[in-house]
């Protein structure tokens, strides 16, 4: 067994963990990223499903410091956003710092000598002062327990199985998020039969893209402020259309005709556009957007199941009437386990509490980055820092600069660690709480993953991506006990 030490373990080469690199190596802070895959990316990395794409606008959708004049178009695909990753990351210089193919197992807090103590798969013990988890909430899928067998090809769109040639397949598509979505005119056109399981229908705007003019890619590469300039309207654009989210749900209303509309004059049958139709307020569940979802369901080989799956058949997938219905692939566009990659590394705090035990009535974070109980250890992207109208990158940047910024507080102070105090923490949830209960995630109707039985209530952050860098701007010593 080898051993490692570093000040800032980091875990994660995704989006999350690879902007905390960026950082800590320009504040020339010594780091280590551990990612169990043999390549970064997270997950733009693992899904790689057909017509993957990104629906936050590619400047937005991208760091602020490392800008990419070349886009193709308004919204990068999967392809682009991971080419985009992994220039980054050999532009700053990273890839040296990153060890591909270890997994981290365990991750325990040795309170005498104020470090953690990291375990991997291979066998590699790494000793640090922090620990920053970039592990990401869209990274474990969730599958569906279903009872019986099926005999054919299964797998999440997440885990897209590249090998199967779906041409003339009777393919089951479970799920229509985000990914289902984007799934559907692919499946319809090659499928013999797809069966779609809609448990609740989405609210589906069209998605504004076009190729990017050569004349503006020009512009950004020679007046790099121009694209700075762009990334910020669209930034801003996005903020007040997110006041309907957070602050004013009954403003979302003015868009729902505009879907409306659209059922009713790209869906053909009047018994499919009733199924289509959502009955809680947009905005409640994940606003989606397609050019061709609502037309690929005209088509004679696509057929929507109201509600989801109830059992298996070695060549069938049974509805919540007892249907069955025939199938060679089932596909499982169903979502992730949000805190489900925390749980999987066996975190182990101040007191030997594990971070699983923690959280088993929901999350619980202060600002999203830290947790009382742990110390030294910082959450990107994690429960209580994520917004659903807008990208997650500004987040992530303010939250990778608060890391920065309490390593060094701690320096600072003469100290070896700094812990979250629970009554800081337990103000925070109550605050999110508050704030929860007049969102349109609260009132609009559905229950979604945004939902759990935490103190908050939620998962998301619910307010806007200003306030919450606001938020971040500084390190509050008083809301942490120092430890010397």
Partial sequence: MTATRTEVLVVGAGLSGLRQAADLAAAGIDFLVLEKAADLGGTWRDNTYPDAACDVESDLYSYARDRNPGWSSAYATQPEILAYLRDVARRRGLLPSIRFGTEVTGARWQADTRTWVVSTATGVTCTSRFLVLGVGGLHTPRVPDLPGSFAGHSWHSSRWNHDVDLTGKRVALVGVGASGVQLVPHLAERAATLTVFQRTPAWVLPKADAPVPAWRKRLYRRLPWTQSLHRLRIYLRREK???GFHHRPDALAAAEP???????AQVDSPRLRDELTPRYRLGCKRVLFSNDYYPALNRANVHVVTGGPTALRPRAVVDEEGQEHEADVVVYATGFDVTGSFHHIGIEGADGRRLEDAWRTGASTYNGVAVSGFPNMFLLLGPHSAVPYTGAVVNIEAQSRYVVRAIRAVRAAGATALVV?????????EGLRRRFTRTIWHVGG???????????GTVLYPGSTLEYRLLLRSVRLRDYALIR
């Fill in 241 to 243: 259309r997110g006041l």
């Fill in 258 to 264: 505009v879907v409306l509309g659209r059922i009713a």
């Fill in 421 to 429: 105090r629970p009554e800081a923490e337990r103000r925070f949830q």
């Fill in 446 to 456: 559905c229950r979604t993953w945004y939902h759990d039985d935490s103190t908050a």
